[in-house]
């Protein structure tokens, strides 16, 4: 299953047409489309987390001073996609499970800050998130429900969403919450 970094016009090309979130401004690298001899299976795009998520925060057991100084090394995977038509037992957290290993060494090209741990957001009213459960992703709690748009706070509670990490190297937290990084 080869993977390849593609363009932004690439990826949102493919995505726009097929996932009604596209049409949002989503800013962040690298971006995949994931490809078998058949063709493109699935796509990824990686974005800078949110600012501020208590149920994560708090599995890191941050405050404020640890979070500005360590939050670029937390990855947010922004979109995932299985294509339609594509129907294989297994495959989302076979995917989701092969592209947080390389993860690392691809996000420190592009921010050249190597991430220690990666998020997703799962808006639970449509998903499951079975196949984060699967590729070993830990459930952390839920949003409050704020969007990264909701400049003026009145959308609480409208988009709460399901909050999954996933450690890139075994002792995550500590390097988190401490001075050692690498």
């Known amino acids: 299953m080869p993977n390849q970094s593609c363009s ?4 949102t090309v493919t995505v726009s047409k097929l996932y009604a979130l596209c049409d949002r401004a989503v800013w962040g690298q690298p971006a995949l489309l994931v490809r078998h001899r058949e063709g493109e299976l699935a796509c990824l795009l990686w974005t800078s987390p ?7 925060d708090a599995w890191i057991g941050w405050n404020d001073n640890e979070r500005r100084r360590h939050l670029q090394a937390i990855v947010n995977q ?17 995917i989701l499970a092969r592209r947080a290993r390389p ?31 699967a590729a070993n992703g830990i459930h952390v709690g839920q949003t409050s429900g ?6 003026q706070n009145k959308a609480q509670g409208q988009a709460v969403k399901d909050i999954y990490v996933y450690p890139l190297v075994g002792d ?7 001075n050692r990084w690498r």
């Open 8 to 11: 932004r016009r690439a990826y």
């Open 172 to 178: 995550a937290r500590q390097r988190l919450r401490g």
């Open 78 to 94: 922004g979109r995932f996609l299985i294509l339609p038509g594509v129907r294989v037992k297994g495959l989302a957290s076979k």
């Open 50 to 56: 949110a600012w501020r998520m208590q149920a994560p």
């Open 103 to 133: 993860l690392p060494d691809d996000w420190e090209q592009h921010d050249a800050v190597p991430p220690l741990r990666l998020e997703t957001l799962v808006d639970a009213a449509r998903f499951r998130g079975t196949c984060y459960r």
């Open 146 to 151: 704020w969007g990264r748009r909701d400049r």
